[in-house]
């Protein structure tokens, strides 16, 4: 028998207890991630929406950024909304980045009026994901301006807003899955090749 996956939710800031839920839900080993040597012997890490200054600011108080990128280089690694921000190459503002995506953000992309907003999205590579929209839920939520290099995009708004991309094994959204009942990202992710 394979040995039982274990997913690390990054838990300095934001919302990963939503997440730890939702892998529970689904019959997987989920442990919050506060310390870098956490970080052994997980097979995925989640790092969560929140507020992605502050996320950097501690993964770098904590003497998180090496690890983090070490692990991402070997690992499956999903970004939610302030945890995309922390995996982009570059943002529209100055803060701690992991640098790992080939992708450029622009935080708080949709203004004040529409602070958080609900869509269905068409997302291919879901399962059904053709013929069942996926609810994403946008809370203050950055889009994606640029995708470079081997990074695609896997989901987008209908005014053709990038809000969801992949390279190889890292995942980013710029919404939240954890917050709804579909848990079909959270079955994508646990799909994607960790190269340990
Ligand atoms: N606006 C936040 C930021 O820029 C992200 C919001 C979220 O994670 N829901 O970090």
């Known amino acids: 028998m394979e ?15 939503e997440h730890l839920k939702i892998f529970s839900h689904l019959g997987v080993s989920a442990v919050e991630i506060r310390l870098p040597k956490q970080l052994d012997g997980l097979d995925g890490l989640v790092i969560p929406g929140g507020e992605s200054t502050t996320i950097g600011k ?4 904590y003497n998180f ?42 935080r708080n992309a949709f203004g004040r009026q529409v602070d958080s907003f609900q869509v269905n ?5 879901l399962n059904d994901g053709e ?7 946008f809370i203050r939520a950055p889009e994606i301006v640029e995708v ?15 809000v969801a991309a992949q390279e190889g094994k890292w995942l980013v959204t710029a919404f939240h899955p954890e917050l709804t009942d579909d848990y079909r990202f959270h079955c994508y992710f646990l799909s994607l090749p960790g190269g340990a």
């Open 131 to 137: 013929t069942k929209p996926f609810p994403a839920v």
């Open 3 to 17: 040995k039982p996956l274990k997913i690390g939710v990054l838990a300095l800031q934001g919302a990963f207890i």
């Open 65 to 106: 950024m090496e690890p983090l990128i070490e692990f991402a280089a070997v690992n499956p690694v999903w970004g939610t909304c302030a945890g995309m921000i922390f995996m982009a190459k570059k943002v529209d503002l100055a803060q701690p980045l992991l640098g790992l995506m080939n992708i450029t953000v622009r």
């Open 121 to 125: 999205l068409n997302v291919s590579v």
């Open 148 to 162: 470079e290099k081997d990074a695609v995009v896997i989901a987008e708004l209908s005014d053709g807003t990038v």
């Open 58 to 61: 501690l993964a770098v108080m």
